[in-house]
T-cell receptor
């Protein structure tokens, strides 16, 4: 079974731009969660999508948004990028039921200059 | 979800057992103990989880004390590839669950030396 894939793996953007990151979950998984990881704050939850609906949201500003498609693939978007948005963005997939073990992708390393 | 306390760092000789402790003294009856690890610059990897019985899989064993206030993750024969940050997470499963939201603390940096 293929694992979670994230594209692109690396990205460099300029302040004020916007960016879209993509995540393809494990086949059959309906839940996708997104996390931001920085050296200062560690791993922080952004949001979760299940069956195309956002059902959980962390404490991030509205510049961070996401969506999920009918095939469970998910995208997250960050508008008006700030230097502090430089981070590793991770997505995790899960069946969305039961024990809820999450399987993480390799992440997208975003650098904002 | 209950808070956990882990030592910031530990080390272990290759081939020996690595025992990683986690304190979760405020755990409630419907909270499970989960362990993940993150090898440098990779996504976290699910290891194991349990409620009150000890659990074992191909990666590790999880020992939960009888009062459930602490647990230990055991890697029976540590290798250099086990060097990683290990996260202990306590969470509700089922009714009242935070679903896809995991609360990661700072974890324990395990260094396995040759």
């Amino acid at each position: 079974k293929a694992g979670v894939t994230q594209t692109p793996r690396y990205l460099i953007k300029t302040r004020g731009q916007q960016v879209t990151l993509s995540c393809s979950p494990i086949s059959g998984h309906r839940s996708v969660s997104w996390y931001q990881q920085t050296p200062g704050q560690g791993l922080q939850f952004l949001f979760e999508y299940f069956s195309e609906t956002q059902r959980n949201k962390g404490n991030f500003p509205g510049r961070f948004s996401g969506r999920q498609f009918s095939n469970s693939r998910s995208e997250m978007n960050v508008s008006t990028l700030e230097l502090g948005d430089s981070a590793l963005y991770l997505c995790a997939s899960s069946t969305g039921t039961g024990g809820y073990e999450q399987y993480f992708g390799p992440g997208t390393r975003l650098t904002v200059t | 979800d209950a808070k956990t306390t882990q030592p910031p760092s530990m080390d272990c000789a290759e081939g020996r057992a690595a025992n990683l402790p986690c304190n979760h003294s405020t755990i409630s009856g419907n909270e499970y103990v989960y362990w993940y690890r993150q090898i440098h610059s990779q996504g976290p990897q699910y290891i194991i989880h349990g409620l009150k019985n000890n659990e074992t899989n191909e990666m590790a064993s999880l020992i939960i004390t009888e009062d459930r206030k602490s647990s230990t993750l055991i890697l029976p024969h540590a290798t250099l590839r086990d060097t990683a940050v290990y996260y202990c997470i306590v969470r509700v499963v089922g009714r009242g669950s935070t679903l896809g939201r995991l609360y990661f603390g700072r974890g324990t940096q395990l260094t396995v030396w040759p």
